[in-house]
């Protein structure tokens, strides 16, 4: 199966400062990469979805950006975080053969002051 | 684009008892289904899921979830709950094409003794 590392686990960071949230997969070859958001009581909101190197789908406007430099890389940025970029952020595989089942990450818990 | 709806935001149930989480989806073909289940702090794990076949699908931790197309329903379920399963569970659809997973808002589980 597949092992999804994430860091870092936890951030604070201040308003208008930049983002990297770092994600790599293990176990497997051109996986599906997927960046989503979790608020308190929320749910998950998918943010990006990657099918393959610098191939990637944003699905709602915002004010974060992900790449994909590597096969088993996707990383989620911001310029210049906002109050409201605080939540729960889940990376997430799956295998190219579409068994449509997710493999989670830990999460990173971003905290924006 | 698919959706998912979980109408109860949070469940309180006694240890011992019987447990069913609903879960209703909006898809226009044959939808892949999935439970996942969320510790506090971490990510997500797949409890089960369906894709065809038999409509009562088995998953781990004794749980089972029934597909109801005519109900649009996809609901888990257990016989005898146990204080490890206070959690989050979330519901999920997903299409084999868009490779993009929907979640509900999830239901929080509270277990008392």
């Known amino acids: 199966s597949q092992t999804i590392h994430q860091w870092p686990a936890t951030l604070v960071q201040p308003v208008g400062s930049p983002l990297s949230l770092e994600c790599t997969v293990e176990?497997?070859?051109?996986?599906?990469l997927y960046w989503y958001r979790q608020a308190a009581g929320r749910g998950l909101q998918l943010l990006f979805y990657?099918?393959?190197?610098?191939?990637i789908s944003s699905e709602v406007p915002q004010n974060l950006s992900a790449s994909r430099p590597q096969d088993r890389q996707f990383i989620l940025s911001s310029k210049k975080l906002l109050l409201s970029d605080s939540g729960f952020y889940l990376c997430?595989?799956?295998?190219?053969?579409?068994?449509?089942?997710?493999?989670f990450g830990e999460g990173s818990r971003l905290t924006v002051l | 684009a698919q959706s998912v709806t979980q109408p109860d935001i949070h469940i309180t149930v006694s240890e011992g008892a019987s447990l069913e989480l609903r879960c209703n989806y909006s898809?226009?073909?044959?939808?892949?289904l999935f439970w996942y289940v969320q510790s506090p702090g971490q990510g997500l794990q797949l409890l089960l899921k369906?894709?065809?076949?038999?409509?009562l699908v088995q998953g781990i931790k004794g749980f089972e979830a029934e597909f109801k197309r005519s109900q649009s329903s996809f609901n888990l379920r257990k016989p005898s709950v146990h204080w490890s399963d206070a959690a989050e569970y979330f519901c999920?659809?997903?299409?084999?094409?868009?490779?993009?997973?929907?979640f509900g808002a999830g239901t929080r589980l509270t277990v008392k003794p």
């Open positions: 997430a595989s799956s295998p190219r053969t579409n068994t449509g089942e997710l493999f």
């Open positions: 176990g497997t070859s051109n996986p599906n």
């Open positions: 990657s099918i393959g190197i610098d191939q």
């Open positions: 898809y226009g073909a044959t939808p892949y």
């Open positions: 369906y894709f065809s076949g038999d409509t």
């Open positions: 999920a659809v997903a299409s084999w094409k868009n490779n993009d997973m929907r």
